[in-house]
């Protein structure tokens, strides 16, 4: 479970994140949309503890990520919109790399590592270097290396950016299945068809306030009769200029 209590996050005079109030419950995937520049990335980089928010909390499966960072992170499985690959190392590589880092059991490390490349089509590439790799190809070894400890929280930002429709369509199915194991999913994306088609919850935020919440029809009614469909839905909620007090998120 994710919980954010009251989070606010400044950048000099910028409220990047304005008393942000959420909960995402085991084996939920909820999608975080928002127009560039509303406090997305922000959040993400709390949730995942790279940096700590002024104000408010956050607790990864009860465990509060200010008190005990290690142990929260132990948790997360995180993919950042811009992620950092040693692209001197083979793919392999990287997976014992990761692996060492979140302590995972050497005698189960070679299966674990193999059956995951295999899934993310790239076996047959697991001994070549990364800086070979096509963009897609790193993008699908950095979310291999996030559910290698096998997280109860996955965290991702932009997770469709530079993959081609056969890896999109494997990256939906994935985090469809693992959702139903019980890993719970903080997505945040501008593809708006993909919240569409595996969010089960959709928040969205504009100018670091959560300013609609709930499933995609609520984010129609919300935004009105005449929203056919999440895109159109987003478009008449952060049109509007004034919006009332914060809202707090719970999908309960």
Same mark, same amino acid.
């Given at each position: 479970?994710?919980?954010? +209590?009251?989070?606010?996050?400044?950048?000099?005079?910028?409220?990047?994140?304005?008393?942000?109030?959420?909960?995402?419950?085991?084996?939920?995937?909820?999608?975080?949309?928002?127009?560039?520049?509303?406090?997305?990335?922000?959040?993400?980089?709390?949730?995942?503890?790279?940096?700590?928010?002024?104000?408010?909390?956050?607790?990864?499966?009860?465990?509060?990520?200010?008190?005990?960072?290690?142990?929260?992170?132990?948790?997360?499985?995180?993919?950042?919109?811009?992620?950092?690959?040693? +692209?001197?190392?083979?793919?392999?590589?990287?997976?014992?790399?990761?692996?060492?880092?979140?302590?995972?059991?050497?005698?189960?490390?070679?299966?674990?590592?193999?059956?995951?490349?295999?899934?993310?089509?790239?076996?047959?590439?697991?001994?070549?270097?990364?800086?070979?790799?096509?963009?897609?190809?790193?993008?699908?070894?950095?979310?291999?290396?996030?559910?290698?400890?096998?997280?109860?929280?996955?965290?991702?930002? +932009?997770?469709?950016?530079?993959?081609?429709?056969?890896?999109?369509?494997?990256?939906?199915?994935?985090?469809?299945?693992?959702?139903?194991?019980?890993?719970?999913?903080?997505?945040?994306?501008?593809?708006?068809?993909?919240?569409?088609?595996?969010?089960?919850?959709?928040?969205?935020?504009?100018?670091?306030?959560?300013?609609?919440?709930?499933?995609?029809?609520?984010?129609?009614?919300?935004?009105?009769?005449?929203?056919?469909?999440?895109?159109?839905?987003?478009?008449?909620?952060?049109? +509007?200029?004034?919006?009332?007090?914060?809202?707090?998120?719970?999908?309960?």
């Amino acid at each position: 479970m994710i919980e954010i +209590e009251n989070i606010t996050k400044r950048y000099g005079k910028t409220l990047a994140v304005d008393r942000l109030n959420l909960t995402v419950r085991p084996g939920k995937i909820f999608g975080f949309i928002g127009p560039n520049g509303a406090g997305k990335t922000t959040t993400i980089k709390i949730l995942g503890g790279l940096i700590r928010p002024d104000s408010g909390r956050v607790r990864i499966c009860g465990i509060d990520m200010a008190e005990s960072p290690e142990a929260a992170k132990m948790k997360i499985g995180f993919v950042p919109d811009r992620p950092y690959l040693y +692209e001197k190392l083979t793919g392999m590589e990287f997976l014992r790399f990761t692996a060492d880092l979140y302590r995972v059991d050497e005698k189960q490390l070679v299966q674990k590592s193999e059956s995951l490349l295999d899934r993310f089509s790239l076996i047959d590439w697991k001994d070549e270097l990364i800086e070979a790799y096509s963009h897609g190809m790193k993008q699908r070894l950095i979310m291999a290396s996030a559910i290698l400890h096998d997280p109860e929280i996955f965290i991702v930002d +932009e997770p469709m950016v530079g993959l081609d429709p056969a890896g999109i369509r494997m990256v939906k199915e994935l985090f469809v299945d693992l959702a139903g194991r019980g890993i719970t999913f903080f997505i945040s994306t501008h593809t708006l068809t993909v919240a569409e088609e595996i969010c089960d919850i959709i928040g969205v935020i504009n100018k670091g306030k959560l300013v609609a919440y709930g499933t995609n029809n609520d984010l129609k009614i919300r935004s009105g009769a005449s929203a056919e469909d999440l895109e159109s839905a987003f478009l008449a909620i952060t049109r +509007e200029e004034t919006f009332g007090p914060p809202v707090s998120g719970n999908d309960s």
